[in-house]
């Protein structure tokens, strides 16, 4: 065994005293970070209790009590009337000793210390902030939601004994009774004619969309997208190794003339469209291209991957059907959510398809996701077989039509030199197209200073184009009203 060393232990072991890691465990870890990186060697004599317990000024039986640890873990040898030393038996040799660094002893690694690859895709900044003021892309009020009717939903799940296997694995698709509840739902409300076995459970709609395109998109292969398109879809598509193939959209929805002299020279994999309400423009995809898209994927053998993200949310009249409701050849792949009608954090999805196709798709969940919450997802079934969710989103869809509406008065009497734009019929969202010369940029820089948050993501500005998509279901009638009138401040004085 090697003599005793001068180490200095007061550097080597740096005690945290609010931590909630008793003191002797935080000695122990950093001794045996300490042999790791090559401090202590094999075979070193370390200090008495007694002597450590001085340097570190603890108690002399909270380093017994380290030691203890460090022996049952076989870090090192007590041997009687000779001392404590570093096992020889330690599986790290002098040779492969770590690069010492006390501060490493205490800390986690900044970086990696290995090679991998990056993307830019999803560099676009998440749109968070401090202010109290934000227009979102279209997101709901979380405030509405029905937290009551939810708690108590969840709670009566929980506290009956019968649901306990809702807490171990099972259907990889899902919670069967709720994708039962969600199919009679679905039917009623789009016009569909599915069963439980044409539904998988999913974590929101990116979800359902991430799964559809890793399991149907190869690399190289062609997506067809509106210009613009929803930036986060597209994100998906390039990393399956997708090209993507954006189309004109105008006032009736994508360009299915368009769609159709792609199909006529290049093979197209998939189209994704949001046609109830375009994102961003929330224009509606007219009856006639709904049609006319759907025999295009039959006659040229490409997948409709069809994103509903807020047909819940319709002000002026019943909503147009999903294309998936009038799908007989199996093209239509249909994802929808839950997020807007109750919550986003809820994170509460589906995807539609043909039953041989849900089949494949649970194989790719199974590997990265296992199943979905069961026990939340029977609560969401019991509150759509009891009616609750519907009776929400109808009491939520009279507040947001009002917002809708103040919105659009108030752009009106405060922006119109500034902007244009159309009330849309449905969703969360209004699509304002503004003058050139006003840089949006800018204008959403000096709005945080006013405590108004405008995200990037809501921005579109280019040579072409200069439009802000201003989402106006998570402000009430009082928020909106300020905000409009911070924006017209900020623009004024930017002009």
């Given amino acids: ?50 002597s450590l317990a001085e340097i570190l000024d603890v108690h002399r039986k909270t380093v017994v009590a380290a030691y203890h640890e460090l022996d049952a873990q076989g870090w090192i040898e007590m041997l009687p009337n000779k001392g404590t030393f ?84 099972s259907h990889v698709e899902g919670n069967a009774y709720f994708r039962e509840k969600l199919a009679n739902y679905l039917n009623n409300t ?26 149907l998109i190869g690399k190289g292969d062609n997506v067809v997208v509106g210009n613009l398109s929803y930036y986060v879809a597209n994100m998906i598509f390039q990393k399956a190794g997708a ?21 006529e020279t290049t093979r197209i994999r998939m189209l994704y469209i949001t046609p109830h309400h375009h994102y961003p423009t929330t224009v509606t995809l007219s009856p006639e291209r709904r049609v006319e898209l759907l025999n295009l994927s039959v006659q040229y053998g490409f997948i409709i991957l069809e994103d509903d993200h807020d047909y819940d949310f319709h002000y002026n009249s019943s909503p147009v059907l999903p294309l998936a409701s009038a799908d007989g050849a199996g093209m239509v792949v249909y994802v929808g959510s839950f997020c807007k009608a109750l919550a986003p954090g809820l994170r509460s999805g589906y995807l539609v398809a043909p039953e041989n196709l849900i089949a494949e798709l649970g194989k790719l969940r199974r590997i990265i996701d296992r199943q979905g919450d069961l026990m939340m997802e029977q609560a969401l079934g019991e509150m759509l077989d009891e009616g609750e969710i519907q009776r929400h989103i109808k009491k939520a869809q009279k507040i947001y039509h009002q917002r809708r509406d103040v919105l ?63 989402g106006f279901g998570n402000l009430d009638e009082d928020e909106l009203s300020e905000s409009i009138l911070i924006l017209k401040n900020v623009v004024a004085k930017n002009l």
């Avoid at 180490?7 to 970070?33: C, E, H, W």
């Avoid at 789009?190 to 399991?215: C, D, F, K, P, V």
């Avoid at 189309?247 to 199909?263: N, Q, T, Y």
């Fill in 190 to 215: 789009r016009g569909l004619h599915i069963g439980s076995e044409n539904i998988i459970t999913t974590h929101g709609i990116q979800m359902g969309i991430y799964l559809a395109s890793t399991l």
């Fill in 86 to 169: 570093v096992t020889k038996k330690s599986p790290i040799a002098d040779s492969n000793a770590l690069p010492f660094n006390a501060q490493d002893l205490v800390s986690y690694p900044q970086k990696a210390g290995f090679s991998f690859d990056t993307s830019m895709l999803l560099d676009r900044p998440v749109s968070v902030s401090n202010v109290d003021l934000q227009f979102t892309d279209g997101l709901p009020d979380v405030r509405l939601a029905p937290m009551d009717k939810m708690a108590k939903a969840y709670s009566s799940v929980l506290k009956r004994k019968n649901n306990r296997k809702y807490l171990s694995y």
């Fill in 408 to 470: 659009s008065e108030l752009l009106k009497q405060h922006l119109s030199e500034y902007l244009t734009f159309r009330s849309p019929p449905g969703g969360l969202a209004i699509w304002t197209e503004w003058r050139k010369d006003i840089n949006l940029m800018r204008i959403s820089k000096a709005c945080l200073k006013q405590n108004l948050h405008l995200p990037q993501t809501l921005l579109f500005q280019t040579g072409q184009l200069s439009a802000m998509r201003l």
């Fill in 1 to 50: 065994m090697s003599s005793p060393v001068e180490i200095p232990f007061k550097n080597v072991i740096l005690l945290d005293r609010l931590s909630g890691t008793p003191v002797y465990l935080q000695i122990a870890r950093q001794m045996i970070n300490a042999i790791q990186r090559g401090v202590l060697v094999t075979g070193v004599k370390l200090p008495g209790t007694r």
């Fill in 243 to 263: 090209q993507i193939l954006p189309v004109p959209v105008d006032d009736f929805g994508i360009s299915v003339e368009a769609v159709r002299k792609l199909c």
